[in-house]
């Protein structure tokens, strides 16, 4: 099993590159399916949960062609079964993408139920009321969804909650429905703006993405395109915090700083140095870090998969913080792991209440999900000492070459597979 091993207490200092968005291009490559023309999706990370979904449209028929480890040549022309499942897709909770995506071209799909990081529960219940709405029967049979529609029909969509998947996979549908969809109480963030930019830019016509109210004119078919995923703000933001926690200084490179702004704002409030450019943010962290309190919320509100890495760097700041979930409600399974390094912090309900300590100490840490894990590599990398963090393959899922990336930084850390790796990796760093 493969773990990272981290001396921590280095400043990280440098520059890095950010990846495409994860969970941008798992739609993007959902939507390539809904044409039987060839989609060229550039920008892509190259990280698990995207092959896992490259090889189950290539399971069900797509011609999948890898241009590079970023570019991929998508043909949906080939498709021949409507029936995704293997032990891999089950994992994956954007393999839902692919029910709207296969409903709105052929009005019958059938998906693995999705899985994901274990952050709580994660109902479907309003991607079921949009496909209902656009007249399609949905059961859930044997561990799939099963949804068939004899004639999609566009129709009036109030979200219950704001929900990115449920907005981005109704959009899908309803891209090739007949008529008009309105979605209501819709999902803001970037990536579904980016799923409609790469839908336009196919022949549909959808107005209104990044705003809650989404309107749809379905189109008869769509057509080929070359299309280039976004930044993702989550692996810049982890950067970023990365670089308060260790009191670093680093230039985070290709990243939308509109999309960083809640970000910003918090590590700002805490005391650090912000530097924004067209298409980079500097982060310099400081020695004495003020508390804050933050609440996750939907976008444009601070992002709920990087409330970890927030919370690792309120725990070393000074004073109370109190740290606010509101999307997912087990998301604070990582911080008896972060106890464990000498972090003070007590759970009550969706609330942290963090009491800032002057330093960590390193231990061997479980990632209990993907960004809580990214956030226990950095609270390693902050630590006096060394930390070991297994079940990496939770990070692997979303970050690009994290290890790497960080070792650009001047960290010192590395994957390692054995307890030979890790006697090696302290012999050589002392
Ligand atoms: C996506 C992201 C995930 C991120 C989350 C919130 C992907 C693959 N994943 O997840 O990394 O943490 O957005 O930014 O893009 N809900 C319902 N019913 C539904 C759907 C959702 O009640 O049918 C609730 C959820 O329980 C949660 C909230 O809505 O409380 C937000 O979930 P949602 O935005 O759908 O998250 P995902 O799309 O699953």
Redesign the pocket.
């Known amino acids: 099993m493969e773990q990272y091993i981290i001396k921590g207490g280095t400043p990280l200092d440098g520059e890095v590159e950010v990846s495409g968005a994860k969970?941008a291009a798992?739609a993007l490559i959902a939507a390539a399916v809904m044409t039987d023309e060839t989609v060229v999706i550039d920008n892509l990370p190259d990280v698990r949960d995207i092959n896992v979904l490259l090889e189950a449209i290539k399971e069900i028929g797509a011609i999948v062609d890898r241009v590079d480890r970023h570019c991929v040549r998508i043909n949906g022309g080939t498709v021949n079964s409507v029936i995704v499942d293997n032990e891999y897709i089950r994992k994956i909770?954007?393999s839902y993408y692919l029910i709207g995506a296969l409903l709105g071209r052929f009005g019958h799909a059938e998906v693995a139920l999705p899985g994901g990081c274990n952050i709580g529960?994660?109902?479907?219940?309003?991607?079921i009321k949009g496909f209902k709405a656009l007249g399609t029967e949905v059961d859930i049979e044997y561990g799939k969804i099963i949804t068939k529609a004899e004639n999609l029909m566009g129709n009036h969509i109030y979200m219950d909650?704001v929900?990115?998947?449920?907005t981005i996979n109704v959009m899908l549908a309803a891209t090739l429905a007949e008529g008009r969809t309105i979605i209501e109480n819709a999902?803001k963030?970037p990536?579904v703006v980016d799923v409609a930019n790469m839908l336009n830019s196919m022949g549909a016509n959808i107005k209104g993405a990044g705003t809650d109210v989404i309107r749809i004119k379905g189109v008869k078919k769509l057509h080929k395109t070359e299309y280039s995923v976004i930044p993702d703000q989550i692996e810049a933001g982890t950067f970023m915090l990365a670089a308060a926690a260790t009191r670093g200084n680093v230039l985070v490179k290709n990243v939308i700083p509109k999309h960083l702004e809640a970000i910003t704002a918090k590590l700002l409030e805490i005391g650090c140095r912000i530097e924004e450019y067209d298409d980079a943010v500097r982060v310099v962290g400081v020695e004495e870090m003020n508390n804050t309190h933050v609440k996750t919320l939907p976008y444009p509100g601070f992002?709920?998969?990087m409330q970890p890495q927030m919370v690792v760097a309120l725990a070393l700041a000074n004073g109370t913080s109190v740290v606010t979930e509101s999307?997912?409600e087990n998301r604070f399974k990582y911080v008896d792991e972060l106890a464990g390094m000498g972090a003070e912090i007590k759970v009550e309900g969706n609330t942290a209440i963090i009491n800032g300590v002057n330093m960590f100490t390193g231990a061997q840490v479980n990632a209990p999900d993907l960004r809580a894990g990214a956030a226990l590599v950095i609270a390693g990398l902050a630590a006096d000492g060394f930390t070991t963090v297994s079940d990496i393959v939770y990070i692997q899922r979303g970050y690009e070459n994290f290890e790497k990336k960080l070792q650009g930084l001047g960290a010192t850390i590395d994957k390692v597979s054995s307890d030979k790796d890790i006697q090696k990796f302290k012999l050589k760093v002392g």
């Open positions: 969970n798992l909770r954007a529960s994660r109902p479907i219940d309003q991607h909650v929900s990115v998947g449920a999902a963030e990536h992002p709920t998969d999307i997912f």
